[in-house]
């Protein structure tokens, strides 16, 4: 910019030079007492605790003199740390791009808009996985076919997504459920015999690994989840979408109203141009778009992902060793070469016949017993919207028998976020002693 800042091109970011009435682009600042409540809100008093007040009073007082010769920050929304963060992301991924935005579904909806999805079209998903995952087609009026899924992973099964794909199928869409890899090779082989888009459902998946590569970079998008129950959060919501496609250098535009705060204009006149599409229509992006304060969360809690994987593996193979060959219980694939879970959940299931009960009966007992009862994914179509959205569910449910009885008779998801090591003890104890009981083991 300029002395006067008149002929030179700006970069959006409010770089208003040493103009003497410099566009007040920052709204009001963030005070002390801001902070104070942002840090009462993440740090709360523990039932009994001493010294809670105390210590505030100490933070409070700091903050202050912090507040009093520090600078308030610059920017709030897609700063440097935002972008950061994304590089950051990107080196961790290998992959050219990824895009900090509000949440996984906000991801999705970015790849859907790039494939161009319309109505008429068919997204191909698996019958189990979180409703996010269908919540885009039905906007545009694009319908949604459910695959059946693997009995061992609960992850889509390719081969019934080969044989539900039709000339209609623009977007398949696996999910990587519990962060344990889907089997992509043969879908990316579907998706590249017909020109489809593969966006990867990765909300569960972030540094998971699949034959070597990073999750979510084995299709031509993927998308993770940064909500408060993932294994990582960016302070409770948060997504990154990541592609290796061209597409890539329209992210800034795709997350924020086709704005690209990152380019420069000339004399604060800028443009909006429609994304660029598959089909090459034009699409009208939303916003999606993140705070510097969740990028610097979300850079943190990055420092010790390997380390936070790392326990709830531990774990995943403690339950394994302690479970395994207990009569009427499966337990889940752990990792094998190139293949690496994020451990979001540890999938258990029964075998109803030798257990003498099914998994409704099991996770009863077992919570009686003070096991947390996690509620476990439902097969899509039996929300009742799909109904209301006119889709034969009762045929759905016949073409997708292995969701179904894992359903009703099988699967469960046992917790291992940050517990301590004698509550997953004393739960494997608890699931034999419930298995035992019912069996007459
Ligand atoms: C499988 C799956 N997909 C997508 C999502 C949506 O993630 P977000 O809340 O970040 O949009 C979730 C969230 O729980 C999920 O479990």
């Known amino acids: 910019m300029s002395e006067n800042g008149q002929d030179k091109k700006s970069d959006f970011r409010y770089a208003t030079g040493d103009a003497e009435v410099p566009w007040a682009a920052i709204g009001e600042?963030?005070?002390?007492?801001?902070?104070?409540?942002?840090?009462?809100?993440?740090?709360?008093?523990?039932?009994?605790?001493?010294?809670?007040?105390?210590?505030m009073g100490r933070v409070e007082e700091v903050l202050e003199a912090l507040c009093a010769c520090g600078r308030p920050a610059s920017k709030l929304s897609l700063g440097d740390t935002v972008k950061r963060l994304e590089?950051?992301?990107?080196?961790?991924?290998?992959?050219?791009?990824?895009?900090?935005?509000?949440?996984?579904?906000?991801?999705?909806?970015?790849?859907?808009?790039?494939?161009?999805?319309?109505p008429d079209d068919e997204v191909i998903l698996p019958a189990i996985t979180f409703i996010a995952t269908a919540a885009y087609p039905p906007l545009v009026g694009a319908k949604c076919v459910f695959a059946d899924v693997d009995p061992r992973t609960m992850n889509m099964d390719p081969e019934d997504v080969a044989r539900k794909v039709t000339d209609r199928t623009k977007v398949i869409m696996p999910v990587h459920i519990g962060g344990y890899p889907v089997e992509m090779d043969p879908i990316m082989e579907i998706a590249e015999e017909r020109?489809?888009?593969?966006?990867?459902?990765?909300?569960?998946?972030?540094g998971g690994k699949y034959k070597g590569k990073m999750i979510g970079t084995v299709g031509h998008f993927g998308s993770f989840s940064f909500h408060e129950v993932k294994n990582i959060t960016s302070f409770g919501e948060g997504g990154i979408v990541c592609t290796d496609t061209d597409f890539g250098e329209h992210?800034?535009?795709?997350?924020?109203?086709?704005?690209?705060?990152?380019?420069?204009?000339?004399?604060?006149?800028?443009?909006?141009?429609?994304?660029?599409?598959?089909?090459?229509?034009?699409?009208?992006?939303g916003n999606?778009?993140?705070t510097e304060i969740q990028a610097a969360c979300l850079l943190g809690q990055m420092g010790r992902l390997e380390e936070i994987i790392r326990i709830r593996r531990a774990r995943a193979e403690y339950l394994n060793e302690r479970l395994e060959g207990v009569p009427g219980l499966i337990t889940p694939p752990l990792d094998s070469e190139g293949i690496e879970s994020t451990f979001h959940l540890y999938l258990l299931q029964v075998e109803p016949e030798e257990l003498g009960a099914d998994i409704r009966v099991f996770k009863q007992r077992l919570t009686e017993k003070?096991?947390?009862?996690?509620p476990h994914f439902a097969p899509l179509y039996h929300f009742k919207i799909f109904e209301q959205l006119g889709y034969d569910t009762d045929a759905i449910a016949e073409s997708c028998p292995n969701a179904e009885e894992a359903f009703w008779h099988r699967f469960t998801h046992l917790p291992l976020y940050p517990l301590a090591h004698e509550q997953v003890e004393r739960m494997a104890d608890l699931v034999i002693e419930t298995a035992e009981e019912i069996s007459g083991g």
């Open 370 to 374: 003070g096991v947390t009862n996690i």
């Open 87 to 118: 590089e950051e992301v990107a080196s961790f991924l290998g992959c050219r791009y990824a895009c900090f935005i509000t949440n996984a579904t906000a991801g999705f909806q970015i790849g859907h808009q790039f494939a161009d999805l319309g």
């Open 195 to 206: 020109g489809i888009i593969v966006i990867e459902d990765a909300a569960h998946a972030f």
């Open 251 to 285: 992210f800034n535009q795709a997350r924020f109203c086709g704005v690209d705060m990152s380019q420069q204009i000339e004399n604060w006149l800028y443009d909006v141009v429609a994304l660029p599409t598959t089909t090459g229509n034009p699409q009208m992006p």
């Open 29 to 55: 600042h963030i005070w002390h007492e801001d902070l104070m409540g942002l840090v009462r809100l993440l740090v709360r008093e523990r039932d009994g605790a001493e010294g809670f007040e105390a210590a």
């Open 288 to 290: 999606h778009s993140s």
